[in-house]
């Protein structure tokens, strides 16, 4: 055994004698002989015992390495230097076991508590032998912090794999941790017993000890190597469950919303056909109670058969029509007090002006005039009734025009008696001597201006002017029909031009009952004309008619064009035929045209208007107005206006004054 090397320095060497001397006791202290601990002590707690006092010993000794700076080799290493040809196994076999402690030679490699007990000096000239006995006991130490600094390391790259794991998308291969995890654990559980203890013999430093609390925290807080943060744990499955579930939710948000918008249309779809159906209070004004059949005159009558079927179809298409709405809107058109209501100017004179003329006449003249809407055609328009004179009067009269749509001149021509007879009314004038008040008294003439006002509109404007499709196709079939049936060559604006009948195709002079069923002469579909209808009575416009009339009703007069001419008899006979004279003449006395003899219906020429309140007992002539064709041009409206502007005095005068 080579000798201590001392340090030269004096302050060195004083620190060295008395490390040495410390190194010493605590070993004395702390390792007590075999024989005074007895036979009890353990091989374990010796075991123990000796890790103790090494990590004391190794604490000493860092605390003298670290003033002997200026030294080129720390003392701890010229121990090493001085003592490695010495080996562990030469220490052992001079020092033979005494068998009371159960440690074997190979003990003393290990740094067992007997070994130390043998290399110890009490007068401190043993002590190199000691210093080296504890290196060299501290070298397996050393190997043990070297797998805790390896250890160290992996974990950075552990974490670092992990950081970079996280940030991958679901679709990317997850890397396989499991050797890593395997080599992490292993030298996580030797760095454990080793010790924070440096390859030196230096406690660990503040930086390392704090990547391996790191290290011991991630693993705590982590699990197993190849899995994420928990809290953050990756899961494919709950990844697709979280999005399936905002999918339904967006679903369901979608279809929710989808079905309030449908309910509210529906709603709002309810409510307009609700209140599509009623009348504007202002604009519709009821006859006076106490006029027999009149007083059960059909709103909106829709007819029977297939007739009826069109109207009832067209009932769900909401259209919007002037009769529904507050007219009131319309008073900035009403023409200025002093001038008249209705205009001449042209024979287009259209139902929607028809409708603001009634309201401006039963504005302008409240007291005379008043409106009843009587039924609501296929097209949705309104087949108005006007009442002048006394609704409670005992003798009533029904003057009605524009039954067939070509012939809307008629219209025109009532509307303008209508005006008059208000004008001469309010003015207090007379007729053949008899002032209009007295006239009237006891008469109520029931004038139906435009009774086929789906037909006008058609002859008018065309089939775009219709607002339902029922209307429409109907219409076209009637043009189809017609053209294979021979009963016209025209395109279908001139063939609309002379469309006498309504929307539906029925031909209103033909769908009364008079012979109705024995009737063969016209068209036996839908047609522009001729065509009786799928039975007697079935159009709303044959009904306004029919209603109007009651049992307190003196004769029946049918507008028509073109003629000149008073058509009456239609094979009446006794009173009917006497009564049916005397209104002919007088008409013809008035307006200058002649009178001719009608025979009654058969199965070539039925289902007439004036047929059938014959029928009824009730005397009915056809007043036809204009020459040529329908429709009649507005030039020829002055002779018809000259010819039948005191034709509604006249009738009242008739009945009351003979």
Known sequence: MGENKVPDNPQKRDLFAELSEMSVREVESQIPGTAERGTEETEESAQRSWKNTIRTISQRKTAWTKGAEDTSESLSDAFITEEKNQTAENAVKSEPDSGKSGISAGSVQTGSPDAVRTKADPDHSGIGALEKELLGATKNHVEEDAKTISSLDLERELLSVRAESSSRSEKDARPDLSGISLEFEKNNEQSTSAGKVRPNGNVLSDED???????????????????????????????????????????????????????????????????????????????????????????????????????????????????????????????????????????????????????????????????????????????????IGNPDGSMHVVVQYGMRGSEYITSLLAMRQLEYYCQERSKGNVYRNHNYKEIFADVCIHVLPMVNPDGVTISQFG???????????????????????????????????????????????????????????????????????????????????????????????????????????????????????????????????????????????????????IEEGIPAVSLVVGEGTSPVDISAFPDIWTANLNILPMLANLYTNG
């Open 209 to 387: 000890t704090f990547y391996a609390d790191i290290a011991a925290n991630d693993i705590e807080t982590r699990g197993p190597v190849n899995e994420p943060l928990r809290g953050e744990r990756y899961d494919p499955l709950e990844e697709e469950r979280e999005r399936r579930e905002k999918k339904d939710r967006l679903i369901r948000i979608i279809l929710f919303s989808a079905l309030m918008l449908v309910a509210g249309a529906l709603l709002t779809y309810v409510t307009f056909i609700r209140d599509s159906g009623k009348k504007p209070a202002d604009s519709v004004k009821s006859a006076t109670a106490g006029t027999g059949k009149n007083d059960s005159l059909p709103s909106e009558s829709s007819g029977t058969g297939s007739g009826g079927s069109l109207t009832d179809s067209a009932s769900k298409e909401t259209v919007e029509d002037i009769s529904t709405e507050d007219l009131s809107v319309y008073l900035s058109e009403m023409p200025a007090e002093g001038t008249e209501i209705v205009s001449t100017a042209d024979a287009l004179y259209s139902y929607e002006q028809m409708v603001k003329d009634l309201y401006f006449l039963t504005n302008r003249y409240p007291d005379i005039i008043r409106t009843n809407i009587a039924a609501t055609t296929l097209d949705q328009r309104a087949v108005y009734e006007v009442l």
């Open 463 to 613: 089939i775009d002017a219709l607002r339902t499709r029922a209307a429409r196709d109907s219409v076209k079939a009637c043009y189809e029909y017609d053209k294979a049936a021979g009963l016209t060559d025209q395109s279908m604006d001139a063939y609309l031009l002379t469309f006498g009948a309504n929307a539906a195709g029925v031909d209103i002079s033909k769908n009364f009952p008079a012979g109705w069923s024995r009737y063969t002469g016209g068209a036996v579909q839908p047609s522009y004309q001729g065509y009786k209808g799928p039975s007697a009575g079935s159009e709303p416009e044959t009904q306004a008619v029919m209603n109007a009339a009651n049992d307190k009703t003196k004769g029946v007069v049918i507008y028509r064009a073109t003629g000149n001419v008073i058509y009456w008899d239609y094979g009446s006979e006794g009173t009917v035929h006497e009564e049916g004279q005397h209104l002919a003449e007088s008409l013809s006395t008035r307006s200058g045209y002649p009178l001719t003899v009608l025979p009654k219906y058969d199965s070539t020429d039925a289902g007439g208007c004036a047929d059938y309140f």
